[in-house]
Nanobody, 120 residues
Framework: QVQLVESGGGLVQPGGSLRLSCQAS????????MSWYRQAPGKERELVAS????????NYADSVKGRFTISRDNVKNTVYLEMNSLKPEDTAVYLC?????????????WGRGTQVTVSS
């Protein structure tokens, strides 16, 4: 059973930092691309950052480039999102996503999310 459990969210002041974690289980983590998405109230879910299975390639939304860093530990089956210089517009529920390929078919799995609130 695929499980993705996010943690590390919270309330932080503008300019502050947070580190999100997503603990994965139930699949071969080292073979799966992983991503972080976010969804703010009344807005569509948007891709924040993604990382390939071995970590060799990373992509970021323009709005977070230079401030956020995605990384992964294929021994601990965990993907991280380091967030610096946080802004109020970064406030959202942050969700972990895994793309798992089975018999040539890609399946997308989601965690339940962790709330990040940036406010003074």
């Amino acid at each position: 059973q695929v499980q993705l459990v996010e943690s590390g969210g919270g309330l932080v002041q503008p300019g502050g930092s947070l580190r999100l974690s997503c603990q994965a289980s139930g699949f071969t983590f080292s073979r799966s691309a992983m991503s972080w998405y976010r969804q703010a109230p009344g807005k569509e879910r948007e891709l924040v950052a993604s990382i390939t299975s071995a970590g060799g390639s990373r992509n970021y939304a323009d709005s977070v480039k230079g401030r956020f860093t995605i990384s992964r530990d294929n021994v601990k089956n965990t993907v991280y999102l380091e967030m610096n210089s946080l802004k109020p517009e970064d406030t959202a529920v942050y969700l972990c996503n895994a793309i798992i390929t089975t018999w040539g078919i890609q399946h997308s799995y989601w965690g339940r999310g962790t709330q990040v609130t940036v406010s003074s």
